[in-house]
């Protein structure tokens, strides 16, 4: 059974930081790809960050050098580190396994019907 499980969300003010983390299930940690999603009111689930299980990442440009992916395999965790928040990065934020390829440093994510019940983030002054 596949089981993911966020924590970290939060209300912050317009610059601040939170970093989500998401506890896996043992089982399917070791092979799968991980990744962010959020998805805001009234719009669209988008991928925010992915991870493979070698640890290549891939960043949504709107999230580009702001936010960080990682992963710790010994935990079975993944992390969103975000940094410099903005008021449009309110959203829940959803962990996700799937798959991955990586090819010429181009990681490319496909994710699998295996979520958690996801974070709300919420930047506001």
């Known amino acids: 059974q596949v089981q993911l499980v966020e924590s970290g969300g939060g209300l912050v003010q317009p610059g601040g930081s939170l970093r989500l983390s998401c506890a896996a299930s043992s089982s399917i940690f070791s092979i799968y790809a991980m990744g962010w999603y959020r998805q805001a009111p009234g719009k669209e689930r988008e991928l925010v960050a992915a991870i493979s299980r070698g640890g290549s990442t891939k960043h949504a440009d709107s999230v580009k050098g702001r936010f960080t992916i990682s992963r710790d395999n010994a935990k079975n965790s993944v992390y969103l580190q975000m940094n410099s928040l903005k008021p449009e990065d309110t959203a829940v934020y959803y962990c996700?396994?799937?798959?991955?390829?990586?090819?010429?440093?181009?990681?490319?994510?496909?994710?699998?019907?295996?979520w958690g019940k996801g974070t709300l983030v919420t930047v506001t002054s």
């Open positions: 996700n396994a799937g798959r991955a390829t990586v090819v010429g440093g181009t990681l490319d994510y496909y994710g699998m019907p295996y």
